[in-house]
């Protein structure tokens, strides 16, 4: 049987790398502009994934299939992406906020004896910022995506080589150095790019309701 590497040649690493710098550059552009195909694929995914914890953790039991519990999940999670923006909002604010916190502030987390209460506090505070604000979030989370995936397959590509020139300090900053400036194109280039369009539960249909009034 021949070898994955022989198959694919030997720069699988760099094919890698170009699938991740042109996946994150598409969400840098065209997340929200294109947003029922983006949410409706990462609502799938995660739906997906959800749905095999659940039947791994309370339903090992169980006699169906575990890809028939993957599959409803999935097909569910998309819909839910898709159709409920507020609640997507609700989410990526929440998830946004505490990972916020995490970063900016991780030691009086820590010091903290009640830091589940902690967390649901900040979930629930960036939840309701997300349900005012769903487009803003959307905005911020795929930039994040976008930017992390380009990081990553710059990396992939360039990393190697120099880090064996660049000690470990330089080498975090060119992470930074890659990473800051395709978060904030891709944050501007989206609000800009789609500052017609409202940031409503319905979006476009919404936008289509007030220009006919």
Known sequence: MTAPSGVAGTHVAEMIAILAVVFG???LLFAYRH????????GFLLGGWLGLMVRAQYLQQSRLSPFL????????????AVFYRRF???????FFTLCATLVVAPDVLAANPNQNLSFGIIFL???GLGA?????????????????????????????RLAEHLPAMWSAILHLVVFLPCLV??????????RDETD?????????VINAR
């Open 25 to 27: 550059g598409s969400f």
């Open 35 to 42: 947003y029922d195909y983006f949410a409706g694929i990462t």
């Open 69 to 80: 519990y993957m599959a409803a999940c999935a097909v569910g999670g998309a819909c839910v």
């Open 88 to 94: 997507v909002g609700i989410l990526l604010g929440g």
């Open 125 to 127: 505070l960036g939840g």
């Open 132 to 160: 005012l604000f769903p487009k803003f979030f959307f905005v911020m989370n795929t930039s994040l995506i976008g930017a992390a995936f380009i990081t990553y397959g710059v990396m992939v590509a360039f990393g190697p």
């Open 185 to 194: 194109f891709g944050v501007l280039y989206q609000f800009v790019s789609t």
């Open 200 to 208: 409503g539960e319905f979006g476009p249909q919404a936008q289509i």
